[in-house]
């Protein structure tokens, strides 16, 4: 088992910044994926950004510019820089790891409001 917990979330203006991190624990042997979503009132979870191997990433169109996905493999975590945050970044905010043999896991999430 795998136990992801999330922090960083929390009420900011909108051109704030915020950082997130997610700090993988248990029985890890090796990660081959890590990543964050996130979910809007009434909206379907949606990816945000995710890094594979050594620093592949990839980022959702909306982010682009604005967030930076990083990961610490020594301390298997991964961390979420938001910056010039918007209203409409206003979600709950996951992390997912999966690790060798495919097993996929998800955090409880972590609230980020952004106000106008």
């Known amino acids: 088992q795998v136990q992801l917990v999330e922090s960083g979330g929390g009420l900011v203006q909108a051109g704030g910044s915020l950082r997130l991190s997610c700090a993988a624990s248990?029985?890890?042997?090796?990660?081959?994926?890590m990543g964050w979503y996130r979910q809007a009132p009434g909206k379907e979870r949606e990816l945000v950004a995710t890094?594979?191997?050594?620093?592949?990433?990839n980022y959702a169109d909306s982010v682009k510019g604005r967030f930076t996905i990083s990961r610490d493999n020594a301390k298997n975590m991964v961390y979420l820089q938001m910056n010039s945050l918007k209203p409409e970044d206003t979600a709950v905010y996951y992390c997912?790891?999966?690790?060798?043999?495919?097993?996929?896991?998800w955090g409880q999430g972590t609230q980020v409001t952004v106000s106008s």
């Open positions: 248990g029985s890890i042997f090796s990660i081959n994926f």
């Open positions: 890094i594979r191997g050594g620093d592949i990433t």
């Open positions: 997912r790891v999966v690790v060798r043999g495919g097993y996929d896991y």
